[in-house]
């Protein structure tokens, strides 16, 4: 059974334009819980939100596994929310001069030098979070915001605990060339050209 088909949807509501759902879920423990969607029908937000859940931790608020998820199966479901004229901590880069905001869970994925997921562009303008290993129930969601960005300024400092970590985020234009072809399809399409993936830049520590 799918999480999606554990939910009971008891009423729902709209605030500024933004559909509220209040639901139970039948997982155990039962949870009464209320959903945010953007627009009407997207049901796939229902689906991210029961198959994941967002907890406050020593890194902020993150996203961590409801389920299993077996390699290969989409976990996040990310939607474009706004076009911002910079990057900042927080935007996903999905060209070289365009910068977004995505909906959440998708925004409170932390990073990790050793990911679980890696990004896939949807057709909601923004990326998937695609399993690239068997997720465990209750394990943190992560991605390496190396694969979106071209030049990073989110992590200054990165305390993934990887034993691969790279102490810092500087972008895909700085990633050793081994790294950006282990990810693979996994990573934002705009990158995908082969000068992207074969230039190796210097990064430069300050
Ligand atoms: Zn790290």
Redesign the pocket.
């Known amino acids: 059974m799918r999480a999606i088909d554990q939910l009971i949807l008891l009423c729902r509501w709209i605030i500024d334009g933004q559909l509220h759902c209040l639901c139970w879920t039948l997982q155990t423990p039962p949870q009464l819980l209320i959903y945010k969607i953007r627009e009407k029908n997207e049901s796939m937000d229902l689906a991210s939100l029961i198959d994941v859940k967002v907890k406050l931790t020593n890194k902020g608020r993150s996203v961590f596994a409801s389920r299993s998820f077996s390699k290969g199966e989409t976990v996040v479901v990310g939607r474009r929310v706004m076009i911002l004229p910079q990057r900042t901590n927080h935007s996903f880069q999905i060209d070289f001069d365009l910068h977004i905001e995505l909906d959440e869970p998708a925004r409170l994925i932390n990073h ?2 050793s990911p679980n997921t890696g990004v896939r562009n949807n057709k909601f303008g923004a990326y998937d979070f695609v399993a690239l290993v068997d997720i465990t129930e209750g394990n943190e969601i992560t991605w390496d915001y190396e694969t979106t960005e071209f030049v990073s300024i989110a992590v200054p400092e ?1 305390g ?1 605990g ?1 034993p691969s ?2 102490l810092r985020t500087h972008g895909f234009k700085f990633l050793p060339v081994k790294i950006k072809k282990k990810y693979g399809e996994f990573i934002a399409d705009y990158l995908k050209d082969s000068t992207c993936l074969t230039e190796e830049s210097q990064a430069h520590f300050f």
């Open positions: 990790s030098c990165c993934c990887s970590c790279r």
